[in-house]
């Protein structure tokens, strides 16, 4: 009994370890599959935009194909956050995520034998994004502490790990199985398989054949699941004793959301509008970026490994903008002031370096501005990302719930617009990279103008 509950539970037990076999460390298992499940979903996330290169060849697909493909990620993406509920609070976060792994796993390791047709790629990554949708599900404003999501540090990194880089169920899974003491940890052990995930996966892609790719993080993403089922059998029963690490948020009643005020108050709009904003940037790089290089600028594998500069860069930045922003609020600045001039930098920046990023022909120098455009956007998890907290302090989950699904819509558009752009543009680039500049500007005026730091709902 004391083996399965692991060294948390027979601590709590005087004389019931007695020193010949440690039990396992529940709490760290969960840590190190965790970490591997964000490994594994960040490197999928990257896989088809840079595959999709060879794959285009291969099959004859032309610009408009290859967007809807693209695009489809986001349609998935978004029907799950749609339709989900509160997967992970009714049916438990191992699993849902044991759910969300299989999907997005189970999309990836079969691509290669469906590949030739383009309708049954679109299926595919229409799945591919239903599984990591169920598996953000949960959004770590649901469960962190209002002091700390009041604190820009603290919930920038929570925002740009889980919000960004994949799968906020794992927040819900550490909050009810972690103690606290080892909660920081665990969470800095997640930053850096987020980022080896991108950057293993734009390490290894170019310089194999496409289909080993899928194969490789498909087939590893299979394998995670038995070992998730294997070695979480007795999470269940230490869960019970999971109250004294963290008690569960407080749930707040349907009828007590105040759905109206969630769409007609103003600064909930800034929000939702800096958040759409940030977003068409980011899903324009993430899903165009190899082409560009590629098709554009004359890049070969070694140009395509670059790619995953940019996302090591957000993530960086995104911790030094946290801590940045708290430092301007202990020189007593105001907090609305801290988030315009976040959400104004991690806005017009990217803006501004888009634009010159397209007038460049070098591709190191392309990578750079492309990079340094990522590391301003991560400025916006210090601005708009946590005003939920501020403007709506009992309600910042259903805020961002909105805010995430507006802003999913980017993913859906910035595919096939994009192709249809380029191909009506006579194969030139520059109109994309001004009509993203010029979404975000609109997002920072918005912002700026109709923003709030106090509650209005």
Request: proline share 5%; glycine share 8%; with cysteine.
């Given at each position: 009994?004391?083996?399965?509950m ?139 502490p ?57 390490l ?10 899928f ?22 029963e ?81 911790i ?24 104004c ?39 708009h ?18 805010s ?10 910035c ?27 609109v ?15």
């Amino acid at each position: 009994l004391f083996s399965e509950m692991g060294a948390p539970g027979w601590q709590r037990y005087r004389g019931a370890y007695d020193g010949f076999m440690k039990p396992v460390n529940i709490p760290l298992k969960i840590i190190i599959l965790c970490c591997i499940a964000n490994f594994i979903n960040s490197a999928d996330r990257v896989l088809m935009p840079i595959t999709i290169i060879s794959m285009a060849d291969e099959f004859n697909w032309d610009m408009h194909t290859q967007g809807w493909i693209l695009s489809s990620f986001s349609v998935g993406y978004l029907s799950s956050l749609i339709a989900g509920g509160s997967a992970a609070k009714k049916y438990g976060g191992k699993r849902v995520l044991t759910l969300a792994v299989f999907l997005w796993s189970i999309s990836a390791f079969f691509t290669p034998y469906f590949a030739s047709s383009w309708m049954v790629m679109v299926f595919f990554r229409f799945l591919l994004g239903v599984g990591e949708g169920i598996g953000k599900r949960f959004h770590p404003v649901n469960f962190v502490p209002k002091q700390v999501l009041r604190n820009s540090n603290a919930c920038t990194a929570a925002m740009v790990i889980l919000g960004q880089i994949g799968l906020p169920t794992i927040f819900h899974i550490f909050a009810y199985a972690v103690s606290p003491e080892e909660r920081g940890r665990a969470f800095s052990y997640l930053i850096a398989m987020g980022s080896i995930g991108q950057t293993a996966a734009g390490l290894i892609s170019p310089h194999i054949y496409w289909p080993l790719v899928f194969f490789i993080f498909g087939g590893t993403g299979l394998i995670w699941v038995a070992l998730w089922i294997l070695f979480t059998k007795s999470v269940v029963e230490c869960e019970l004793d999971a109250q004294e690490y963290l008690a569960p948020p407080t749930k707040v009643s349907e009828q007590s959301t105040p759905w109206r005020e969630c769409f007609t108050r103003r600064p909930l709009w800034a929000i939702y509008c800096a958040h759409f904003s940030m977003n068409w940037s980011n899903y324009i790089i993430m899903q165009w970026l190899p082409t560009y290089l590629v098709r554009f600028l004359g890049g070969g594998p070694t140009e395509i490994m670059l790619t995953a500069l940019p996302y090591v860069a957000n993530s960086l930045c995104g911790i030094a903008a946290g801590h940045f922003a708290d430092n301007l609020v202990r020189r007593r600045w105001s907090v609305l002031c801290v988030r315009r001039l976040m959400t104004c930098i991690g806005l017009v920046g990217p803006g501004l370096l888009l634009v010159v990023f397209s007038a460049s022909s070098s591709i190191p120098v392309a990578v750079f501005l492309i990079s340094l455009s990522m590391g301003f956007s991560a400025c916006n998890s210090a601005g708009h990302l946590s005003s939920h907290a501020e403007v709506a302090p009992n309600h910042a989950g259903i805020t961002f719930a909105i805010s995430n699904t507006l802003a999913t819509i980017p993913g859906i558009l910035c595919g096939p617009l994009t192709a249809h752009i380029v191909v009506h543009s006579n194969g030139r680039w520059f109109p994309v990279f001004i009509l993203a500049g010029f979404i975000n500007i609109v997002g920072a005026v918005v912002y700026a103008s109709h923003s709030s730091a106090t509650p209005v709902i």
